[in-house]
């Protein structure tokens, strides 16, 4: 029976099936354990706590990619059914990185999230891309190198190496103010959720924990992907694509 007056479950059973229901919503155990279960979770757990997040975040920082001037970079952690895809785009002006499209596609057919990756990677100011090509991003990974150049396109495996080096140069980014991001609450929770732990073979790995509705951590390693992509030396590649046969030159930057 539910109390008439708060709308509270009364009952054991109901309460059990309430406290179901919010834990399922929440974003992750961490929240679950802090909101719900009065457990103080310690911020320094946290690869990036939230106020040096909130450094970063800037208002308004979106715009449409046909706004874009100068140099663009991104970053595609692939997902098709229970992990997200997200494409993260990155404007860079000198030094400094400011998002400008965030691009989150859940249980998206693959036909269909490469349509949307390849209107993205025909961007006349696109300088390079780093998509992961871990497990079921092979084929997406591998596609958009045919199709674009291995010069444009890095496929990029997972492995517990890789993920320091991209987190740790997140991390830096984050700690310079060289990177800009969206005023978001599901970007925030994404990047603030990854924890570094080590193993029992003393190896240290950075994962996070899965939220049903929010992915694994996934806006975190776009990101982390497109900063990579950010940070390789750059050389111009004129691309002339013609029924998948492609046409590469190389122009050495001087």
Not at 97 to 102: H, N
Not at 145 to 172: I, P
Not at 228 to 239: G, K, L, R
């Amino acid at each position: 029976m539910i109390d008439k007056i708060f709308g509270r479950p009364t009952t054991q059973a109901e309460r059990e099936e309430w406290l179901n229901e919010e834990r399922k919503n929440c974003f992750d155990d961490y929240t679950w354990l802090q909101e719900y279960c009065c457990v103080a979770i310690d911020e320094a757990c946290a690869f990036l706590p939230y106020d040096l997040i909130s450094t970063c975040e800037m208002p308004d920082v979106l715009k449409s990619l046909d706004e874009i001037k100068h140099d663009l970079y991104v970053g595609i952690d692939i997902g098709r059914r229970k992990d997200l895809t997200v494409i993260w785009c990155l404007e860079r002006f000198e030094n400094s990185k400011y998002t400008r499209k965030v691009k989150t596609l859940e249980k998206t057919p693959f036909h269909i999230q490469y349509e949307i990756i390849s209107e993205i990677l025909k961007h006349p100011k696109l300088r390079r891309c780093c998509i992961d090509s871990t497990g079921i991003g092979m084929q997406l990974a591998e596609t958009a190198q045919r199709d674009f150049g291995k010069y444009r396109v890095e496929a990029v495996m997972f492995t517990n190496k890789s993920k320091e080096e991209m987190a740790f140069n997140l991390r830096t980014n984050f700690e310079d103010k060289s990177v800009f991001i969206p005023t978001d609450h599901d970007i925030r929770e994404d990047l603030h959720s990854i924890r570094r732990v080590a193993t029992k073979a003393g190896n240290i790995r950075f994962d996070a924990d899965t939220a049903e509705v929010n992915g694994h951590a996934d806006r975190f390693w776009a990101l982390a992907l497109a900063l990579i992509a950010c940070s390789v030396p750059y050389s111009p590649v004129e691309i002339t694509t013609r029924k998948r046969y492609e046409t590469l030159k190389l122009t050495e930057a001087f």
